[in-house]
T-cell receptor, first 112, second 111 residues
């Protein structure tokens, strides 16, 4: 079993839809959870950063962490065509960035 | 503007040739990293450095080398020993904590 599993998609939704992106993981030691957005041929951009369980909201984006289920989610409300990108989850068991483990990414397409 | 600058954006390598990818940051971050991204794969760690003059191998270091002579700079050399170097290379830096901030990448192609 891979440490971090992420459905590659592609996921296609109409503009204005609510999007749910998910990752599961096997290492119960993970405490730090991140979501990155990567446009084609660009570097990943940090979207959300959470520590331990719970929710975090930033504008149209909400990150959820359920450590009991080893499951994290990113919700995008009122999706826009500019949200079309690949979304990568990443997680770490400690403060050192060396232990950052990435999912393979989910490709999202939002049509107008 | 603060950020991470990778150059060149595109690089072509002939068989048996060494090439060096540049990464510079002005964020005053101590830690810097090199990742490799292939289609359908997650990001894989090549090398990382947490302080000047010190660096460690990541998961796929074979065929690569790095140096960290200055806090701002962390160049990656892809040597001829790397048999499958065609990929998208990403440099990142990090302040204290696990968040990593990425440059815009270098796409390396073997010709």
């Amino acid at each position: 079993q891979k440490e971090v599993e992420q459905d590659p998609g592609p996921l296609s939704v109409p503009e204005g839809a609510i999007v749910s992106l998910n990752c599961t993981y096997s290492n119960s030691a993970f405490q730090y959870f991140m979501w990155y957005r990567q446009y084609s041929r660009k570097g990943p951009e940090l979207l959300m950063y959470t520590y331990s369980s719970g929710n975090k909201e930033d504008g149209r984006f909400t990150a959820q962490v359920d450590k009991s289920s080893k499951y994290i989610s990113l919700f995008i409300r009122d999706s826009q065509p500019s949200d079309s990108a690949t979304y990568l989850c990443a997680m770490s068991a400690n403060q050192a960035g060396t232990a950052l483990i990435f999912g393979k990414g989910t490709t999202l397409s939002v049509s107008s | 503007d603060g950020g991470i600058t990778q150059s060149p954006k595109y690089l072509f390598r002939k068989e048996g040739q060494n090439v060096t990818l540049s990464c510079e940051q002005n964020l005053n971050h101590d830690a810097m990293y090199w990742y490799r991204q292939d289609p359908g794969q997650g990001l894989r760690l090549i090398y990382y450095s947490q302080i000047v003059n010190d660096f460690q191998k990541g998961d796929i270091a074979e065929g690569y080398s790095v140096s960290r002579e200055k806090k701002e700079s962390f160049p990656l050399t892809v040597t001829s020993a790397q048999k499958n170097p065609t990929a998208f290379y990403l440099c990142a830096s990090s302040p204290q904590g696990p968040r990593a901030f990425f440059g815009q990448g270098t796409r390396l192609t073997v010709v």
